[in-house]
Structure formats: structure tokens, C-alpha cells
């Protein structure tokens, strides 16, 4: 039972460090879209390149929040599965699946968008908006499925505390 309550409690620790890093995805891209609208009217070299350092900033925050989120669900996926039985442990892996395969497209979108000053403006803002608005999607994918599992996971805790 010991080691059951350290793997909950390292998962619910987890989802703390994910919170934070949903917090900062939001944050990078809310950034891009307000540098974006305050360039608006200067459009020079100086502005794009720093729009073009955004845009990869952006590119390796949401990596880094893919690469931090599949180490997650891997660690739940292998280490949980005992506890949370089959039927369980299949719904949460195939939202895991679900949240990365919308990670997946805001990369991708990202990787489509380039700002290299080929594009005009409001292909700029389009370009930005859809990728503020796929992230802001997925922030709010891996916020519902965190809190459904800390729900659950807390709930494994009690339990557990109690049969100590």
C-alpha cells in the first residue's frame, strides 16, 4: 500500500507542475498576440524578427509541454494501472491520446505559420489567432482531464490513508 500512496501522491504533484505549465503556454502565446497587435503598424525588420523569435519561443514552449505531458500520461498508464483497473485505466488513456493528438495540431499549426515576413499582416493575425485559439483549446482539454483526475486521484489517497 506504501508504495500505491507514493506513486498518487507523485502523480497529483505531477499535476501541479503541469497546472504551471499550462499557466506559462498561455501565457507565451497571449504575449505573441499582444506583440502582434502593438506591431501592427510597424512593420519593419526589427518588429518580424522578434515576432519570428516569438513564434519559435512558441514552437519550443509547446513542445517542451508535449514532451512534459507524455512523460505524464506514461508514468499514469504503466505505474496507475493496478490501482485504476482495465475499464478505468482505458478511458484515461484514450483522453491522454485525445489531448495529445490536440497538442500535435497546435504544433503543427505553428509549424505551418511562417513568419518570416513572407506574409502580410492580417495573415499574421490569422496565423496567430488560430494557434492562440487551438492552444487555448488544449489548455482547457488538459485542465478538464487534470481535474478529473485529481479528483480521482485524491479520492485513492483517502483510501489508502485510511487502510494504513
Not at 499582416?121 to 488538459?142: F, G, H, I, K, Q
Request: charged letters at 25%.
Amino acid at each position: 500500500m506504501g508504495t500505491d500512496l507514493i506513486t498518487i501522491e507523485s502523480v497529483l504533484l505531477e499535476h501541479t507542475a503541469i497546472k504551471y505549465c499550462t499557466e506559462a503556454l498561455r501565457k507565451a502565446v497571449a504575449e505573441q498576440a499582444t506583440f502582434l497587435l502593438e506591431s501592427e503598424d510597424h512593420w519593419d525588420n526589427a518588429h518580424l524578427k522578434q515576432l519570428k523569435d516569438n513564434h519559435i519561443s512558441l514552437v519550443y514552449s509547446i513542445q517542451a509541454f508535449h514532451d512534459k505531458l507524455e512523460r505524464h500520461c506514461f508514468h499514469e498508464e504503466t505505474d496507475l494501472l493496478p490501482l485504476l483497473g482495465k475499464l478505468v485505466a482505458d478511458v484515461n488513456m484514450i483522453e491522454h491520446q485525445e489531448i495529445m493528438n490536440q497538442i500535435k495540431r497546435a504544433h503543427d499549426l505553428l509549424n505551418e505559420a511562417e513568419l518570416l515576413g513572407d506574409l502580410k499582416p492580417y495573415e499574421l493575425m490569422a496565423a496567430t489567432y488560430n494557434v492562440e485559439r487551438t492552444v487555448e483549446s488544449v489548455c482547457n482539454l488538459v485542465e478538464s482531464h487534470e481535474a478529473g483526475e485529481t479528483n480521482l486521484f485524491s479520492q485513492m489517497r483517502r483510501s489508502l490513508l485510511k487502510i494504513d
